[in-house]
């Protein structure tokens, strides 16, 4: 083939090789190392990287600048020294689990989780040997007294998903830590800018990124912030498992994470809204919102969050059946799992997002029939009521 173009090289190398992107000005926007692997200087580079904890830019699983920047930007925001992206918020909570633990280990546990959490932890660690005990979350005293010789981790979720229950995070951490034990909190719900755990004395904080930190419902992603040893700890589990994050799913989520105080702001407020106005609707006959006074926790809620989310929790009178025709009654609010996004979603748990749960790890997450979960978007707050409102006149 004959060589042309500006570099005098062949149109099949100029198709791979692109000096133009070589910018001599650097971009204000992340760029993204949309790349598997990096090249090196030499061999030897390449057994000092394969050696090192998070080398630079060595190969993707490993670590890679887009990646580093989101790790970077999230524990800065949890308030953190290290932090670590994942494929998925599963990724994240696996590869804690089985990092931190041994066989023979004992975990205490929030006992209500999202299910994927609860399976692993009620399954997939049983079959290796580590035995775990669940708890009521809103009494931190419980997580002590279930705590023997072999508890490592008391793992827990606040609020809960979906029902909206919170742990007092500082009592919790200052008991574990008498205990010697550490604190894994999923802070998915609340999001950095609603709640800060590691402030609180947590050791581990994960999050589904999937949700309110990219925000976009267009990607999926895992994240954890923690201490230096922990973390380098978990990096070598993580790249050993192989629930490394894609650079192009951090890149979405640095961009989606540019808007998260202003999102956040308009999730807590329509949040506020929608409780409020479910409340004075016949057919509902509980509304869970850790922003209502009503909340059981409300004045912990008021302590150890700086805003009380876009998750709202609802029973409707009539039951299952009636909950289940309210989900498919709105128009505006989408009927999907998933949370977090700028669209407001609706499920039912019972035969949804917890519907691989028995009907005993239902009663004992507390979560009746007739119960909904909401995930509030920053739609106007009138069309959202306004929807809501028609479907439960239709029941
Ligand atoms: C609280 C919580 N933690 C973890 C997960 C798992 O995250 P992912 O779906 O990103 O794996 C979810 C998913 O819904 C969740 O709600």
Redesign the pocket.
């Known amino acids: 083939m004959a060589h042309s173009g500006r570099s005098g090289r062949a149109f099949a190398t100029r198709t791979v090789h692109h000096p133009e992107a070589e910018v001599a000005s650097p971009p204000v926007a992340t760029p993204l190392y949309q790349t598997s692997t990096f090249r090196v200087a030499d061999a030897a580079t390449v057994a000092q990287y394969a050696a090192e904890v998070q080398p630079q830019a060595y190969y993707t699983r490993w670590g890679n600048p887009t990646i580093e920047i989101l790790e970077k930007v999230i524990a800065d925001l949890e308030g953190g020294p290290r932090g670590l992206a994942f494929a998925?918020?599963?990724?994240?909570?696996s590869t804690t689990l089985l990092g931190l633990l041994s066989p023979g280990d004992h975990v205490v546990a929030g006992a209500s989780?999202?299910t994927?959490?609860t399976t692993l932890l009620a399954d997939e660690l049983h079959k290796l040997g580590i035995e775990v005990d669940f708890v009521d979350p809103t009494d931190s005293e419980a997580f002590a007294r279930a705590a023997r010789h072999e508890t490592r981790m008391f793992y827990l979720?606040t609020p809960t998903?979906p029902t909206m229950l919170l742990t007092d995070l500082e009592s919790v951490s200052q008991l574990a830590d008498e205990l010697g034990v550490t604190v894994v909190v999923?802070n998915?719900?609340a999001s950095p800018y609603n709640q800060r755990p590691l402030d609180a004395g947590a050791d581990v904080v994960?999050?589904?990124?999937?949700?309110y930190i990219s925000g976009h419902t267009d990607v999926?992603?895992?994240c954890l912030v923690t201490d230096v040893e922990t973390a380098e700890r978990l990096w070598r589990k993580r790249t050993l498992l192989g629930g490394s994050m894609d650079p192009f799913a951090a890149w979405l989520i640095l961009r989606g994470l540019k808007t998260l105080a202003l999102r956040m702001q308009r999730h807590n407020s329509n949040a506020m809204a929608v409780a409020r106005a479910l409340q004075s609707h016949g057919a509902v006959s509980r509304v869970i919102y850790p922003g209502l006074p009503s909340h059981p926790q409300h004045d912990l809620a008021a302590r150890q969050m700086t805003g009380f989310g876009g998750m709202v929790a609802f029973e409707v009178s009539a039951g299952r059946a009636a909950a289940e025709k309210l989900v498919e009654s709105t128009e505006l609010v989408l009927l999907a799992?998933?949370?977090g996004g700028v669209e407001s979603l609706i499920e039912h748990p019972g035969s949804m997002?917890h519907a691989p749960l028995s009907d005993e790890q239902l009663q004992r997450a507390g979560i009746p029939p007739g119960l909904i979960r909401l995930s509030v978007g920053i739609e106007d707050p009138d069309d959202l009521i306004a929807d809501l409102q028609q479907a439960l006149d239709r029941l």
């Open positions: 998925s918020g599963m990724a994240a909570v989780l999202y994927g959490t979720e998903n999923d998915t719900f994960i999050h589904s990124v999937t949700k999926v992603g895992g799992v998933s949370l997002s």
